[in-house]
């Protein structure tokens, strides 16, 4: 919501108004810990402080400045000018907050929900009219197995893993190092590192058949990283394998759920789609169950492929 | 915004919570640091006021709720005042629990704008004196993206505007334009819908925001229309995503080793001199078909009819298309041969 981003010229004002409140609930903190809970450098806290120092209104009497006592890197507002309290909550902040609160209080699995829900609540009653942000939530997942999934990355144990792959379908048992587990798209993904892979892997929960508990702490190895998902799960890179169909009107729907490299509307019974693949074999299944509307223009030796399986499995029923 | 600006808004602000007479633009420039200047002089005067116009703008936006009004009818210009009870964010009792919940909340979001929001607003929390551990988390961690579409919907849902837009789906050619009383947007499966009254269709109707092709417009006033009351937005995104009945049970040949993807969903696997013998339950053949048919020659129905007869049709198609395709110049060098096996 573009709206909602702070002007640059809005941003220190808000800053100030919220300063002073803040330093009135917490008497005598130190500067250094100020700075780091408001997310600003100590030097620009001070010169905040220096600011508001001679904001007021003059001519009242000594107490209509506001007034603060500094005691060493410590501060206290003494006088706070009737600036007390915090300004309510924007339209847009109460948006971000609820419908974030909501999200949270939907994903499966996650930990102390009730308390998501109570903050919720509070968070709705404070925001009055606005918390009633036209924004409905529903994340179905399975909650048993993701709560299990997410006591074992809590308490650190490694996991024996019983995976089914997709891309070369496969079930095969690994022992991983969880490291968290992320929703991304509406699916839970356990993200750990793989001892046999020896490299970071996401793994769908909907895909793991079985999960022991290991006697063994989680130990990812420092080079284990945590991947940015922002973008999708899946981002093709440019050295897998580039399939280019053509599909017809029923097929359309692949260029909505899978990132495509091209779309080319050719004509309206034949559109020419690019897709980088992370497994030819998988390709191979994934055009087979797609059906007659959709046929691989290349590479060719997948288009062979494809049509040998469908002769060879043809020989198995009598005509 | 210069510190002198800066100084002086933040004078107004405590200038305007301190009175509880509206006071006027002559009034508050008398009494404000900043704002002194000649009223005599036409010029002064019209760029003090040009000054201050600006100034009350700036608050605005900030979201202080300014007022204006007079207090006497002895008053012959308007004044203004911010009413204590309007500005300050209420008391928000929240234990350390419930804080943490909302510090994790509000570093949900990845789009920029609703991440600046929700930080603004945490910052308002930390300044009513709740202490948010940033360190907290809660085992799950969402990432939520939103579309484009999701910000003007929002907010034309919340004001009640009608919109219009520009609606694409894959299945049909073309796009339309759309016109519609949002009632709200829903997240169902990690996807965005716009739920509401469809003008033209005179009906309930729902529509994916990643469908939606560039800027969504409003038309008309706010407070155009009312939503139904007590409506349930998901109910109209997931009317079609109720549980599946499997009734149909389908028997099949599997080659050892082969098809792991199936043995997954299998009631029962035996394994026997041709193969392994698969039972797997399905609610419709022409769908299940298409799954089995991923597998090629790994897998062969052997009951029922309906699903045995759909997948042969499938087959059949999918080699004739294949073939037509090699017969206008696809590469084709090696002879289609019914011996070939699938690579590991």
Known sequence: ?319 | MSRNRTERLVNLVICLLSTRRFLTAAQIAATVPGYEHDAEDPREHEAFQRKFERDKAELRDLGVPLETGTSSIFDTEPGYRIARREYALPEIPLEPDEAAAVGIAARLWRHAGLAAAASSGLAKLRAAGIDVDPHATLGVEPVVTVDPAFAPLTAAARERVEVSFEYRVPERDGKSRRRLQPWGVACWRGRWYVVGHDLDREAARCFRLSRIVGAVRTTGVAGAFEPPAGVDLISYVARWSGPVEHTGTATMLVRPGRAAGLRRWAESVESGPEGDRLRLRYSDAEGVAGWLVRYGPDVVVLDPPEVRDAVVARLREILAGARADAAVGTPSDTPVSAGWVAAP
Do not use: H
């Not at chain 1, 001519?59 to 501060?75: E, K, N, S, T």
């Open chain 1, 1 to 319: 919501m573009t709206a909602a981003v702070p002007r640059a010229s809005g941003d220190r004002l808000g800053r100030l108004l919220n300063l002073v409140p803040y330093l009135l609930s917490r008497p005598g903190i130190l500067l250094a810990e100020a700075a780091a809970d408001l997310d600003v450098s100590e030097r620009q806290l001070r010169e905040d402080l220096e600011l508001l120092w001679v904001c007021g209104l003059p001519g009242y009497g000594p107490g209509d400045l506001i007034d603060m006592a500094f005691d060493g890197d410590r501060v206290t507002v003494t006088y706070d000018a009737g600036i007390d309290r915090p300004l309510r909550l924007t339209p847009d902040e109460a948006l971000a907050l609820v419908v974030a609160l909501r999200m949270l209080a939907e994903t499966p699995g996650m930990a102390n929900r009730d308390a998501i829900q109570r903050a919720l609540t509070k968070i709705e009653t404070a925001a009055g009219d606005l918390a009633d942000a036209p924004v409905a939530v529903r994340i179905p997942g399975n909650d048993d197995r993701l709560a299990t999934i997410r006591g074992a990355v809590e308490r650190r144990r490694a996991l024996r893993l019983t995976y089914y792959t997709a891309t070369r379908d496969e079930t095969t048992v690994r022992v991983v190092d969880p490291m968290r587990v992320i929703l991304v798209g509406g699916r839970s993904y356990l993200e750990a590192w793989c001892r046999r892979a020896e490299a970071v892997r996401r793994f769908r929960v909907d895909r793991i058949d079985g999960l022991v508990e290991l006697d063994e702490p989680a130990a990812p190895p420092p080079e284990a990283e945590l991947s940015d998902v922002a973008d999708g799960v899946f981002q093709p890179t440019a050295d897998l394998p580039l399939v280019t169909l053509r599909v017809g009107r029923s097929g359309r729907w692949i260029t909505e759920y899978y990132p495509c490299e091209r779309v080319e509307e050719e004509s309206p019974d034949a559109w020419r789609v690019s897709l980088r693949v992370s497994d030819l074999a998988w390709a191979r299944r994934f055009v087979l169950g797609l059906g007659p509307e959709v046929t691989v223009l290349a590479p060719a030796e997948l288009a062979d492929e494809i049509a040998r399986q469908a002769a060879e499995a043809l020989t198995a029923y009598p005509r």
